[in-house]
Protein backbone atom coordinates (compact mmCIF):
# COMPACT_ATOMS: atom_id res chain seq x y z
CA UNK A 1 0.00 0.00 0.00
CA UNK A 2 2.70 2.31 0.32
CA UNK A 3 4.63 2.25 -2.56
CA UNK A 4 1.83 2.61 -4.67
CA UNK A 5 0.93 5.96 -2.76
CA UNK A 6 4.51 6.92 -3.49
CA UNK A 7 4.34 5.69 -6.62
CA UNK A 8 1.15 7.99 -6.94
CA UNK A 9 3.33 10.89 -5.46
CA UNK A 10 6.06 10.53 -7.70
CA UNK A 11 4.07 10.26 -10.78
CA UNK A 12 1.87 13.54 -9.95
CA UNK A 13 5.32 15.61 -9.25
CA UNK A 14 6.47 14.39 -12.71
CA UNK A 15 3.55 16.18 -13.74
CA UNK A 16 3.64 18.82 -11.40
CA UNK A 17 7.05 20.14 -12.60
CA UNK A 18 7.49 18.76 -15.97
CA UNK A 19 9.94 20.95 -17.97
CA UNK A 20 7.12 22.20 -19.71
CA UNK A 21 6.18 24.42 -16.54
CA UNK A 22 9.57 25.90 -15.14
CA UNK A 23 9.16 28.43 -17.57
CA UNK A 24 6.00 29.82 -16.70
CA UNK A 25 6.51 28.92 -13.14
CA UNK A 26 9.48 31.20 -12.88
CA UNK A 27 8.09 33.58 -14.67
CA UNK A 28 5.30 34.01 -12.34
CA UNK A 29 7.86 34.01 -9.68
CA UNK A 30 9.08 37.09 -10.91
CA UNK A 31 5.61 39.17 -11.37
CA UNK A 32 5.46 37.91 -7.44
CA UNK A 33 8.96 38.66 -6.31
CA UNK A 34 10.62 40.89 -8.38
CA UNK A 35 9.98 44.90 -9.19
CA UNK A 36 7.90 42.98 -12.17
CA UNK A 37 4.86 43.19 -9.91
CA UNK A 38 4.70 47.01 -10.52
CA UNK A 39 3.83 46.11 -14.65
CA UNK A 40 0.11 46.47 -15.21
CA UNK A 41 -1.55 43.55 -14.95
CA UNK A 42 -3.20 42.97 -19.04
CA UNK A 43 0.86 43.37 -19.56
CA UNK A 44 1.46 40.20 -17.19
CA UNK A 45 -1.27 38.32 -18.08
CA UNK A 46 0.07 38.81 -21.98
CA UNK A 47 3.46 37.68 -21.39
CA UNK A 48 2.20 34.88 -19.23
CA UNK A 49 -0.32 33.80 -22.12
CA UNK A 50 2.34 33.94 -24.96
CA UNK A 51 4.61 31.57 -22.66
CA UNK A 52 2.60 29.40 -21.79
CA UNK A 53 0.99 29.30 -25.11
CA UNK A 54 4.60 28.67 -27.11
CA UNK A 55 6.25 26.46 -23.81
CA UNK A 56 3.58 24.60 -22.79
CA UNK A 57 0.30 24.23 -25.27
CA UNK A 58 2.14 24.08 -28.25
CA UNK A 59 4.89 21.78 -27.67
CA UNK A 60 2.57 19.27 -25.80
CA UNK A 61 0.04 19.71 -28.88
CA UNK A 62 2.82 19.04 -31.41
CA UNK A 63 4.26 15.91 -29.38
CA UNK A 64 0.61 14.50 -29.22
CA UNK A 65 0.29 14.71 -32.76
CA UNK A 66 3.52 13.45 -33.16
CA UNK A 67 2.56 10.31 -31.35
CA UNK A 68 -0.89 9.72 -32.85
CA UNK A 69 0.65 9.99 -36.32
CA UNK A 70 3.51 7.78 -35.57
CA UNK A 71 1.87 5.62 -33.70
CA UNK A 72 3.83 5.30 -30.75
CA UNK A 73 2.32 4.92 -26.96
CA UNK A 74 3.99 7.67 -24.62
CA UNK A 75 5.80 4.69 -22.53
CA UNK A 76 7.97 4.37 -26.32
CA UNK A 77 8.23 8.40 -26.38
CA UNK A 78 11.48 7.58 -23.34
CA UNK A 79 13.97 5.78 -25.87
CA UNK A 80 16.65 7.74 -26.70
CA UNK A 81 16.09 7.20 -30.64
CA UNK A 82 12.29 8.14 -30.20
CA UNK A 83 13.38 11.43 -28.28
CA UNK A 84 14.52 13.47 -31.46
CA UNK A 85 11.37 14.80 -33.15
CA UNK A 86 10.18 15.76 -29.32
CA UNK A 87 12.84 18.00 -28.83
CA UNK A 88 13.30 19.54 -32.05
CA UNK A 89 9.16 20.88 -31.76
CA UNK A 90 10.05 21.97 -28.44
CA UNK A 91 13.07 23.97 -29.55
CA UNK A 92 11.12 25.31 -32.48
CA UNK A 93 8.26 26.41 -29.94
CA UNK A 94 10.73 28.29 -27.53
CA UNK A 95 12.64 29.66 -30.23
CA UNK A 96 9.64 31.30 -31.44
CA UNK A 97 8.18 32.49 -28.13
CA UNK A 98 12.07 34.10 -27.59
CA UNK A 99 11.89 36.07 -30.89
CA UNK A 100 8.67 37.27 -30.02
CA UNK A 101 8.85 38.31 -26.68
CA UNK A 102 12.70 40.04 -27.67
CA UNK A 103 10.07 41.74 -30.88
CA UNK A 104 7.80 42.73 -27.62
CA UNK A 105 10.31 44.22 -26.29
CA UNK A 106 9.44 42.87 -23.07
CA UNK A 107 12.04 43.00 -19.70
CA UNK A 108 15.38 41.15 -20.32
CA UNK A 109 15.27 39.59 -16.90
CA UNK A 110 12.26 37.75 -19.13
CA UNK A 111 14.49 37.25 -22.08
CA UNK A 112 17.17 35.79 -19.78
CA UNK A 113 14.74 33.18 -18.65
CA UNK A 114 13.48 31.71 -22.13
CA UNK A 115 16.93 32.01 -23.35
CA UNK A 116 17.57 29.80 -20.20
CA UNK A 117 14.84 27.33 -21.06
CA UNK A 118 16.01 26.87 -24.61
CA UNK A 119 19.57 26.43 -23.56
CA UNK A 120 18.99 23.64 -21.65
CA UNK A 121 16.31 21.99 -24.26
CA UNK A 122 19.39 23.07 -27.01
CA UNK A 123 21.68 20.98 -24.70
CA UNK A 124 19.88 18.00 -23.77
CA UNK A 125 18.49 17.48 -27.30
CA UNK A 126 22.62 17.62 -28.23
CA UNK A 127 23.73 14.89 -25.82
CA UNK A 128 20.77 12.96 -26.65
CA UNK A 129 22.71 11.81 -29.50
CA UNK A 130 24.66 9.52 -27.70
CA UNK A 131 22.95 9.33 -24.06
CA UNK A 132 19.51 9.83 -22.32
CA UNK A 133 19.62 12.63 -19.33
CA UNK A 134 16.45 13.45 -17.66
CA UNK A 135 15.07 16.22 -19.21
CA UNK A 136 12.68 16.62 -15.75
CA UNK A 137 16.43 17.04 -13.67
CA UNK A 138 17.31 18.86 -16.09
CA UNK A 139 15.14 22.07 -16.36
CA UNK A 140 14.99 21.46 -12.54
CA UNK A 141 18.64 21.72 -12.22
CA UNK A 142 18.44 25.04 -14.39
CA UNK A 143 16.26 26.51 -11.56
CA UNK A 144 19.01 26.39 -9.48
CA UNK A 145 21.76 27.71 -11.65
CA UNK A 146 19.18 30.56 -12.57
CA UNK A 147 18.82 31.26 -8.93
CA UNK A 148 22.19 31.44 -8.18
CA UNK A 149 23.06 33.74 -11.48
CA UNK A 150 20.24 35.97 -10.70
CA UNK A 151 21.98 36.05 -6.58
CA UNK A 152 25.14 37.58 -8.00
CA UNK A 153 23.69 40.09 -10.64
CA UNK A 154 21.32 41.64 -8.12
CA UNK A 155 23.23 40.72 -4.87
CA UNK A 156 20.83 39.20 -2.70
CA UNK A 157 21.22 35.92 -0.43
CA UNK A 158 19.44 33.32 -2.31
CA UNK A 159 20.11 30.65 0.85
CA UNK A 160 16.39 29.77 1.75
CA UNK A 161 15.00 29.82 -2.44
CA UNK A 162 18.08 27.70 -3.09
CA UNK A 163 17.10 25.31 -0.31
CA UNK A 164 13.62 25.34 -1.63
CA UNK A 165 14.58 24.76 -5.56
CA UNK A 166 17.43 21.74 -4.26
CA UNK A 167 14.66 20.47 -2.51
CA UNK A 168 12.22 20.09 -5.56
CA UNK A 169 14.77 19.37 -7.36
CA UNK A 170 16.02 16.42 -5.27
CA UNK A 171 12.15 15.36 -5.17
CA UNK A 172 11.81 15.75 -8.99
CA UNK A 173 14.77 13.31 -10.04
CA UNK A 174 13.72 10.71 -7.05
CA UNK A 175 10.31 10.71 -8.78
CA UNK A 176 12.02 9.85 -12.22
CA UNK A 177 14.24 6.89 -10.34
CA UNK A 178 10.77 5.68 -8.73
CA UNK A 179 8.73 5.95 -11.99
CA UNK A 180 11.57 3.50 -13.40
CA UNK A 181 11.67 6.50 -16.33
CA UNK A 182 15.75 7.50 -15.41
CA UNK A 183 18.46 5.59 -13.81
CA UNK A 184 20.58 7.93 -11.05
CA UNK A 185 23.39 8.44 -12.90
CA UNK A 186 20.92 9.93 -15.74
CA UNK A 187 19.38 11.97 -13.30
CA UNK A 188 22.55 13.36 -12.11
CA UNK A 189 23.81 14.14 -15.10
CA UNK A 190 20.82 16.02 -16.21
CA UNK A 191 20.80 17.60 -12.72
CA UNK A 192 24.05 18.86 -13.40
CA UNK A 193 24.09 20.05 -16.90
CA UNK A 194 20.81 21.96 -16.13
CA UNK A 195 22.26 23.42 -13.05
CA UNK A 196 25.53 24.43 -15.46
CA UNK A 197 23.55 25.79 -18.45
CA UNK A 198 21.12 27.75 -16.13
CA UNK A 199 24.01 29.83 -14.10
CA UNK A 200 25.81 30.44 -17.38
CA UNK A 201 22.87 31.16 -19.78
CA UNK A 202 21.54 33.54 -17.11
CA UNK A 203 25.14 35.31 -16.40
CA UNK A 204 25.90 35.87 -20.35
CA UNK A 205 22.35 36.92 -21.68
Keep these: MTEK ?7 LFSILFAPFYFSILACL ?23 YIFTIAMPLS ?13 HQMTKRELRFIPY ?8 CCLVLLENLHIP ?6 LACALVVELVCAIINNWFRISAHAAAAGAM ?17 W ?19 QHTLSEVNWG ?15
Design 29 to 51: IMFVFSYMKMLPLNYQLMILGIV
Design 191 to 205: TLIGTVCGFVTILIV
Design 62 to 74: GIALYRKLSGLRR
Design 108 to 113: HIMISI
Design 5 to 11: YLIYGAK
Design 162 to 180: LCLTLLISGMVGSSRIILR
Design 88 to 95: NITLVCYA
Design 144 to 160: NGALLAFSLIFNFNPIW
